[in-house]
């Protein structure tokens, strides 16, 4: 019931294309859904995140799109260029703080994209 | 401003030997964390530590022990590496909340041969 569950695995794109990465969660205490991005031999990046009270949200051209019902958030990248390849990793976070008094992610496995000039 | 630091960037150790894992922190953050990171299976946290004086256990920490040395300081040891603990390390900190953003270190790569 911890586990986030990303996918694809990797991802190849023309430039201009518009990829996307699904994730999917069981627990229903996350309540937050950031998503970072990671460039080779980089430590990953907060890129864009999400709270369950809204369905999408856009920073300029990434966008998640959020359905709390089925417990699944997506991300977006439009008019992907190469400088947007990398690993992109989905996470969540509970309401809920541990017993020391802070908050973990679990992160999803990971997308490596990668897009064609 | 320099963030979250790590040190060594790369590392090789034979079976059996131990080594300690550096990182700082300069943003005043109260959580701190270690992952590390493998190849399919994303980010699996190690040990956090929510303040100064307190650690926990995360999803994978056998073989390892931590440190919070004060509130900037986190460092992960190894007291006897095994190959299953070649890796890229990964060291995180975050201010309180849960939206508060999270910020990671640079890594550590380490192979045990």
């Known amino acids: 019931q911890q586990q986030v569950k990303q996918s694809p695995q990797s991802l190849i794109v023309q430039k201009g294309g518009i990829p996307i990465i699904n994730c999917a969660y069981e627990?229903?205490?996350?309540?937050?859904f950031p998503w970072y991005q990671q460039f080779p031999g980089k430590g990953p990046a907060l890129l864009i995140a999400?709270?369950?009270?809204?369905s999408e949200k856009k920073e300029g051209r990434f966008t998640i799109s959020f359905n709390k019902s089925a417990k699944q958030f997506s991300l977006h990248i439009m008019d992907s260029q190469p400088g947007d390849s990398a690993t992109y990793f989905c996470?969540?976070?509970?309401?809920?703080?541990?017993?020391?008094?802070?908050?973990?992610?679990?992160f999803g496995t990971g997308t490596r994209l990668k897009v064609l000039a | 401003n320099a963030g979250v630091t790590q040190t060594p960037k790369f590392q090789v150790l034979k079976t059996g030997q131990s080594m300690t894992l550096q990182c700082a922190q300069d943003?005043?953050?109260?959580?701190m964390y270690w992952y590390r990171q493998d190849p399919g299976m994303g980010l699996r946290l190690i040990y956090y530590?929510?303040?100064?004086?307190?650690?926990d256990k995360g999803e994978v920490p056998n073989g390892y022990n931590v440190s919070r040395l004060n509130k900037r300081e986190f460092s992960l040891r190894l007291e006897s590496a095994a190959p299953s603990q070649t890796s890229v390390y990964f060291c995180?900190?975050?201010?309180?909340?849960?939206?508060?953003?999270?910020?990671f270190g640079p890594g550590t790569r380490l192979t045990v041969l």
């Open positions: 996470a969540a976070s509970s309401d809920r703080p541990t017993t020391s008094g802070t908050y973990k992610y679990i």
């Open positions: 995180a900190s975050r201010a309180k909340l849960t939206t508060d953003t999270q910020y």
């Open positions: 943003m005043n953050h109260n959580s």
């Open positions: 627990n229903t205490a996350f309540d937050y």
């Open positions: 999400i709270r369950p009270d809204v």
């Open positions: 530590s929510a303040s100064e004086g307190t650690t």
